[in-house]
């Protein structure tokens, strides 16, 4: 198992929806093949939050196939996909791992026939070998700030060899707001996002700065690229997931503190703990999507 359980990856979800910036994908169907089928390849899918957010959108004939390391994330991504296609009215062969049905988003293209394909991968060590020959978008959900620099260029060379668009989702970019606001907050958040830079795999991190960067080697690749927020904004009833950011962001904060400081990390945690058990807790998460779209030669 890797370091992100499926636990959290449905814990996130609700939040994941709420925040995408509904606009890009609909900025992107006019540059998606017309009448014909939309290879996608999804980079770090989990088990499949992208493809159950973006499909219905971009909706035609569309074969994701979906990369990750972890097996046991790609072991459910069916059965995830399965049981929301269900929920959301659309029909599932299992034998073909398709889904069909009616297209909810009228400005883009009719019906849905979606098809998926897990693929073990490792992004961080088969940069090169990545499958991009034939695909009309690349995409990602909360992967980006976990790359490297080195890593990040590569990525947008080989989409810009193949004028392929991307869309990448859900970027953390270092800001949290709390309310009730609390005065170790800023020091506790300035600490997660040193953290963030630490080693993912992928080489030393790009953290908050990650879509900023994305931005800027995309536009010097001759991309057109549009920026939007997607913030998480947590509710109070969110409690579970509010528990978990605050244990996480406590933990990665106490590695960069010194001793002295990890006691007072300690309490804010107590503090902000009971305030999610009140149920008088609200927490914004900064995120940003990213679409870049190939310029016209
Ligand atoms: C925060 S999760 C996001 C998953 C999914 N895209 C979503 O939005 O729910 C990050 C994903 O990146 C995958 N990942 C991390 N390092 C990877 C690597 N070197 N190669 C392939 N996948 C990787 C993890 O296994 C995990 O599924």
Sequence with gaps: MGDFHADWLRLRAPADIRARAADLPLLLCPYLPKGQMLRVL????????????????????????????????????????????????????????????AQPHPTCRPHLTCTLAPRRFDLACDLAELPIEGIGLVTASALL?????????????????????????????????????SSLDREVIDAVNRHQGRDKGFGPALGPGANGRLAILAAAQGYWVEVRMSDWRIRRSERELQAALIRGWSRAACEEASASDQAGIAHWEAVRLAAVERGCSRII?????????????
């Design 145 to 181: 700030d976990l790359v490297s620099e080195t890593w990040l260029a590569g990525l947008v060379s080989q989409c810009a060899k193949v004028r392929v668009p991307i869309l990448i989702a859900l970027t953390y970019d270092g800001r949290v707001a709390f309310e009730p606001a």
């Design 285 to 297: 998460v900064g995120h940003r999507d990213l679409l870049a779209i190939p310029r016209r030669a």
């Design 42 to 101: 999804d980079l770090g899918c989990g088990t499949g939050s992208n493809l159950r957010a973006l499909a219905p959108v971009l909706g035609g004939e569309q074969a994701w196939l979906c990369l990750d390391a972890d097996v046991e994330l790609l072991d459910r991504l069916a059965d995830e996909t399965q049981a929301w296609a269900q929920e959301s009215g659309f029909d599932w062969d299992a034998s073909d791992q398709r889904v069909t049905g």
